[in-house]
């Protein structure tokens, strides 16, 4: 910005400021006229009518704008589009002023009154532009100079007053620049200050944002064991089951922050606390524990304040949680890795086993042996195809697909290759609910879920007609696929680890098969759990929850829905 119009980037509160401290000043320079006229007629210089009148209503005009800026347009503000004073502000403080020195100065030329107009200029280079406040100091400066050349035109000593309008006006131009160069600097620091206010208030907001979506619990705490702030994670953590509200809190205000108390207190005295961390165990009561790890970070003390420490908490069962997750991801990259070096040394095996068994086909005492081979080569293809499926690839591309044929013949094919009994006594039934469903997934993975589900469930099951069932019905924003098996409930120790890899309640079985479930399900934003029927029931249920396509969630208002719970067309499954 040009410094002609540096005074115009103050803001409008600051040249408030500066205009009511001008008018203080000039009710001061008006009282001091008027005392100054009325010592110079007692020691016998009586002043003469018009400067004692002109200096009366320049004092009362001083003091009244000062003592009441309302009715002198003290509170106005300028437009934006004109920088400085507005026009009634201008009138009332400097136009006066020049008017009236102006007029003290003719009236009483032989009177140092050229001195006043230093006021005008002054307050003219610090509250206007550099052209206007160079006019208001060229005004009084012609002023003094035509009266000095009007003296020499007179023939009244005019040559020293000449010197003398000519210094003054310099003088004026002078501090009217200096003032004005001062204003244009406060105008630069003051929108400097004003954008680094507003860039710390933004760095304050998305701190504050940050902090507020951490997973991470962050507490600032004094020594005296006094919660200034805390996010929402940090005051999930030290709660039981809900939140703290907002706001500070003492740690020694609940028996299961003690531990978390001395802590901070042992920090504090010590001044060190471990890089990692260290375990803090929360006891809440009635066997509810928590174990947090807790870091600190230390403050500098502040001049005029306390120490403060910023402590970050973790819950210990999630870092272990994540640990897991890591190691489990390393493992599946080896895994994959073995598996697919594995299987062309299989396949090898395979095809020699066949040859194998084609030599000693005749030869009863081998038989067995080239059946074992078969038998658990095809177990190691199955378990490393299990591996390969959950392998890091390609990214999945998921397909709208109508899922209700698809379901029928997935199920139909299991039937046939588990060689199921048919009509009344086969023990799977298929319940569909609407034809018309469709939902996002991959056609082959979606077989590879289902059947997982199937195995599982018709191994738990308990004999007998229908009692393995597989439910297809809208739920929702989803569509709700079922696996319900009768059989005894799965224990609560079992039921834990149902979704890890590698575990299994069988000596033969790879661990693979639910864990593949939940991967698939996952790459095409579906989901999977285990539920218990209902208390009239004694079912073990695995539920998926397919994405239905979009444009079948925008229709699903002017559908009528019937709810998961109507009632399903039964159909009975027959072989093939």
Excluded at 304 to 323: I, T
Excluded at 513 to 523: A, H, S, V
Aim: charge should be neutral; include cysteine.
């Amino acid at each position: 910005m040009a410094t002609s119009e540096a005074t115009g980037a103050i803001s409008a509160s600051t040249i408030q400021r500066l205009y009511r401290a001008f008018m203080g000043a000039r009710a001061a320079l008006g009282l001091a006229l008027l005392g100054t006229q009325s010592l110079a007629g007692l020691m016998g210089a009586r002043p003469t009518g018009w400067a004692a009148l002109i200096s009366l209503i320049y004092g009362v005009q001083a003091v009244l704008a000062w003592l009441l800026p309302r009715w002198f347009g003290g509170g106005e503000t300028p437009p934006k589009d004109r920088p400085g004073l507005s026009a009634r502000q201008f009138m009332v403080s400097i136009g006066a002023d020049l008017v009236l020195f102006t007029l003290l100065q003719v009236r009483d030329p032989d009177a140092p009154y050229g001195a006043l107009f230093f006021m005008p200029a002054l307050m003219a280079g610090a509250l206007q532009p550099r052209l206007r406040a160079l006019a208001c100091a060229a005004l009084p400066s012609l002023v003094l100079l035509s009266l000095s050349g009007w003296a020499v035109f007179s023939e009244r000593e005019g040559a020293l007053r000449i010197s003398q309008a000519g210094l003054l006006g310099c003088g004026l131009f002078v501090v009217t620049l200096l003032a004005n160069e001062i204003a244009a600097r406060l105008a630069r620091e003051e929108r400097a200050a004003r954008g680094s206010l507003e860039y710390a208030r933004q760095q304050a907001d998305l701190n504050r944002l940050v902090i507020e979506e951490m997973e991470e619990g962050v507490i600032v705490v004094d020594r005296r064991g006094l919660v200034r702030t805390a996010n929402p994670a940090a005051r999930a953590l030290l709660a039981e089951g809900a939140s703290l509200r907002p706001g500070s809190f003492r740690l020694d205000a609940t028996p299961a922050w003690k531990s978390l108390l001395r802590a901070i207190e042992k920090a504090f005295a010590g001044r060190h606390w471990p890089e990692a961390g260290r375990d803090v165990l929360l006891d809440f009561g009635r066997g509810s524990q928590r174990s947090l790890r807790v870091r600190m970070r230390f403050t500098l003390r502040p001049l005029d304040g306390d120490d403060l420490c910023v402590m970050f908490l973790e819950d210990n069962r999630l870092l272990e949680a994540r640990n897991r997750q890591e190691k489990l991801a390393a493992m599946g990259r080896v895994s994959a890795g073995i598996a697919h070096e594995i299987r062309n040394p299989l396949t090898a095996i395979a095809q020699a086993n066949a040859l194998l068994a084609e030599d000693c086909a005749h030869d009863p005492r081998l038989e067995p042996l080239t059946r074992m081979v078969a038998s658990n080569v095809e177990r190691l293809k199955r378990l490393v195809d299990d591996v390969m499926e959950v392998a890091p690839g390609i990214a999945p591309v998921a397909l709208t697909l109508a899922v209700a044929p698809l379901v029928r013949e997935y199920c139909a094919d299991w039937a046939a290759t588990q060689r199921l009994p048919a009509g009344d006594a086969s023990p799977l039934r298929i319940e569909i609910q609407r034809e018309a469903l469709q939902v996002n997934f991959e056609p082959e993975h979606l077989r590879r879920v289902l059947i997982n589900l199937l195995d599982n469930g018709l191994r738990h099951a308990h004999p007998g007609p229908g009692s393995l069932r597989v439910q297809l019905a809208d739920d929702g924003e989803w569509v709700r696929l079922s696996v319900l098996s009768r059989a005894d409930p799965i224990p609560a120790e079992v039921e834990r680890h149902l979704f890890e890899p590698f575990f299994s309640t069988r000596s033969r079985g790879s661990g693979l098969g639910l864990y593949i479930c939940r991967e698939l399900c996952e790459r095409y934003g579906a989901r999977i759990d285990y539920h218990r029927g209902g208390p009239n029931t004694d079912a073990n249920e695995f539920r998926v929850l397919l994405q239905r396509p979009a444009t079948a969630v925008a229709a699903l208002a002017s559908i009528p829905s019937t709810g998961p719970d109507s009632n399903f067309p039964d159909t009975e499954l027959h072989e093939r």
